[in-house]
């Protein structure tokens, strides 16, 4: 059998591959950085949001108000103090006339108090709020704006429920109105998912190929080295060479595969890591102290409503996903690295390897660009329903459209199976011509040389 | 058991490398397959092997169409090589894993091969690490894990130091004395004399001698006169129909066309009272065979 013995050539490539510094180096570095770029990229929303709440007034331990002095100066019974507790704030009632002598003491004080007042002025309702003042003074201007602000909501929602809102419509009340704009017979979507499904094919893209072709290059280079140390000959005597070249790419492949889903699993695990610090977390809490969904300020919807885009955006990413990516990754990996095969067996000296893999390095860029400019248009194009056909170019355009919802899984499988057909008369050609060339020795092979020894 | 190789020849586009070889070894014992450089030793060795497709030829082993995959051969290619990052251990075992033997079975062939070679030490080093000679001798302990019925050596001791040429030449003489079947091919002819009962010659990818060596030269005869006088012998040997091949202080060197004709030069020297330090009729060395049937020309490709 031809084949006999890939096993062991795969079990020992792989061994010694992931034995070598630059794969343990690499691969914690690269997993380090995208545990880091995912724990920040979830951090850092929360932060903005936390500064801007925090100046504003919701941290807990450091929050500078205690006791909110309120004067109810309009016909409505409002009632604030289940809300400002739940942020630690003490509300203690006052007419306007002892409002308007306490505003006086709280001028030069050090108590962490505010005043607000809360009064219907040409038919608007407003709330005016003062706070401590004076050189003993710890009131942070921040926390006062906070309160405010979450005052100024709890007033809204009050006012609409005690106007004969019933409690079910608060949320879409207060959620205001989303106007969305979009051409006829398209799908609506937000400027945040248009976003999404610009960048995250763009960087698919990229990530692909970097992967595909970075471990193609490996592949090349394992086998340029065995014919330059001369072991292929030694080899030989016990193994055929479609079950080295079968063993050697499968290893590499499962290499790569292995360390994309490390990389992968690094973002995860720094994301969840994050989690406590992290946006939607800080969104919950922001809610709960709130007292709901209902009760978000302007700025916290606006950013609940990125995340639900983001989410909405992804929605799409499930088993079949996931499927659709590590087959692609595994059939583009075989045809690029089966082609990469063949350049490393047509040289004898490694010094030659570089030349010899330069067809393959403008195929390949090919490919990338091929994918990656439609993503960059941004719109359907007939150039982005030509890459996700070709198969330079289909591995690392087909996983993010069907992510993202561009293509259906039918699409996706028709592709694939181009993708898959194509591979096999890849492999065919690489295992007839790889057989021929692998004990040439002497100058770089060209393409005429190779497919001439093969017939 | 015998290996019988007939009318193997290949052509690389209108080169002909290899043409019409044939040979038979018909019992254990170190064959020796002979050849200037580019003379189709290498190509003629990795057709037998099934690396390289045949033009002409079949190859059979014990009657049957001889399959690499199939027989347990060991092979020292004149090219030789390791990974050189890899550990030597790890690399012996992926090639006891190839030949089909599991860690278990390797361990202690390995352990014995390293033992024999004196290269134990360097198990747990990259080949990188190691000397062109270690590295030799790990390939050869390669070639022999498998406890190989059929041994194929190209060039075994070129590069070798004396110590670790011995220590090889043991190695080869006791792989023998097991009833294993050798092929040698080596450009140093006095290991091949030492080693080798039956031999083929290629030049230009045809054989130009063949046989069992004892015979090639007892068919030749001695011809081959060495004599050192206390006085000048130039003028008697012309006499007597020797042609001088060449004269060093050891000596003058003769051809003669019989062994009458040097059994004269003797007569002739007592004759006229030239006092005879060193007389000294034998037969060709395969060196001399080798040059003679190889020409002065050699193909340096």
């Known amino acids: 059998m031809k084949t006999k013995g890939w096993r062991e050539v795969f079990a020992f490539t792989f061994t010694q591959q992931i034995k070598t510094k630059s794969f343990i180096i690499g691969t914690i570095v690269i997993t380090l950085i995208a545990a880091l770029i995912a724990a920040t990229a979830n951090i850092l929303p929360a932060f903005f949001i936390d500064s801007k709440v925090s100046e504003s007034g919701s941290g807990e331990d450091t929050f500078s108000i205690k006791t909110l002095y309120l004067s109810n100066e309009t016909d409505y019974a409002f009632d604030l103090t289940a809300a400002m507790e739940k942020i630690g704030v003490t509300v203690s009632a006052l007419s306007s006339d002892e409002a308007e002598k306490k505003i006086a003491e709280l001028a030069d004080t050090s108590e962490k108090a505010m005043l607000s007042r809360v009064f219907v002025e040409k038919d608007v309702l407003s709330v005016e709020s003062k706070y401590a003042g004076g050189e003993k003074s710890e009131v942070n201007k921040g926390d006062c704006e906070a309160v405010s602000q979450l005052l100024a909501t709890q007033l809204h929602a009050q006012f609409l429920v005690l106007s004969g809102l019933p409690e079910d419509k608060l949320v879409t009340a207060m959620a205001g109105v989303r106007a969305t704009i979009s051409c006829a017979g398209e799908e609506p979507e937000g400027f945040v998912t248009t976003m999404i499904k610009s960048i995250v094919p763009m960087l698919s893209a990229i990530v692909l190929f970097i992967f595909i072709f970075s471990y193609s290059q490996l592949v090349a280079q394992a086998i340029a080295i065995e014919k330059s140390s001369r072991i292929v000959e030694y080899l030989l005597t016990s193994i055929r060479p479609l079950a080295l070249i079968i063993g050697k790419v499968l290893a590499m492949c499962c290499v790569s595969l292995m360390q994309f889903v490390i990389i992968g699993m690094g973002g995860g695990l720094g994301f969840l890591l994050s989690m406590p610090f992290g946006i939607f977390t800080k969104m919950d809490k922001i809610a709960e102290a709130a007292g709901g969904a209902a009760a978000l300020t302007g700025s916290q919807l606006e950013a609940q409503n990125v995340l639900d885009e983001i989410g909405n955006a992804f929605s799409g990413v499930d088993a079949s996903a996931i499927l659709v990516m590590i087959v692609t990754f595994i059939l583009g990996f075989l045809l690029y690295a089966g082609l990469a095969g063949v350049a490393g067996a047509s040289v004898s000296k490694m010094e030659d390897l570089a030349p010899a893999i330069q067809p393959l390095s403008i195929v390949g860029v090919l490919g990338f660009y091929l994918a990656y400019f439609p993503q960059v248009a941004g719109e359907e194009n007939s150039l982005s329903v030509i890459a996700r056909y070709v198969p330079i170019s289909s591995p690392f355009v087909l996983p993010s459209d069907y992510m993202l919802g561009k293509i259906s899984l039918v699409e996706t499988l028709i592709a694939i199976v181009v993708l898959a057909v194509f591979d096999i008369l890849v492999v065919m050609l690489v295992a007839k011509v790889y057989e021929h060339i692998i004990l040439h020795t002497g100058n770089r092979l060209k393409l005429g040389d190779m497919l001439k020894m093969s017939k | ?301």
Not at chain 2, 42 to 66: E, Q
Not at chain 2, 113 to 120: A, D, P, T, Y
Not at chain 2, 137 to 155: S, T
């Open chain 2, 1 to 301: 058991m015998s290996l019988v190789v007939e009318h193997l020849s290949k052509k690389f586009g209108d080169k002909v490398a290899v043409e019409d070889l044939s040979f038979e070894i018909p019992k254990p014992g170190i064959f020796a397959f002979l050849g200037t450089n580019g003379a189709g030793k290498s190509t003629s060795i990795r057709m037998i092997l099934g690396m390289l497709a045949r033009d002409t030829g079949t190859v059979t082993w014990d009657g049957k169409p001889f399959d690499v995959m199939n027989e347990k051969v060991g092979y020292l290619a004149e090219e030789r090589g390791l990974y050189p990052k890899y550990n030597i251990l790890e690399q012996m075992y992926y090639f006891a894993s190839l030949k089909g033997m599991s860690k278990k079975e390797a361990t202690p062939a390995i352990d014995s091969l390293f033992s024999r070679l004196r290269i134990e030490e360097y198990k747990k080093m990259k080949a990188e690490q190691l000397s062109k000679g270690n590295q030799q001798k790990v390939q050869l302990a390669a070639a022999l894990l498998c406890d190989p019925d059929i041994i194929i050596l190209d060039e075994p001791l070129s590069g070798l130091d004396p110590v670790n040429a011995d220590i090889f030449k043991s190695i080869i003489r006791q792989e023998r004395d097991a009833g294993k079947y050798i092929i040698m091919s080596s450009h140093q002819m006095e290991t091949i004399e030492e080693f080798c009962e039956d031999l083929v010659l290629l030049h230009h990818g045809q054989v130009v001698m063949s046989g069992n060596l004892n015979e090639i030269k007892k068919s030749r005869g001695r011809e081959n006169l060495t004599i050192k006088a206390d006085k000048p012998i130039g003028e008697i040997a012309e006499k007597c129909g020797l042609t001088l091949v060449e004269e060093t202080p050891n000596g003058s060197s003769f051809k003669v066309k019989s062994e009458a004709d040097a059994e004269n030069m003797l007569k002739a020297m007592v004759e006229n009272g030239i006092g005879v330090i060193k007389y000294d009729l034998r037969e060709p060395s395969l060196h001399e065979l080798f040059v003679e049937k190889c020409g002065g020309e050699v193909n340096e490709d």
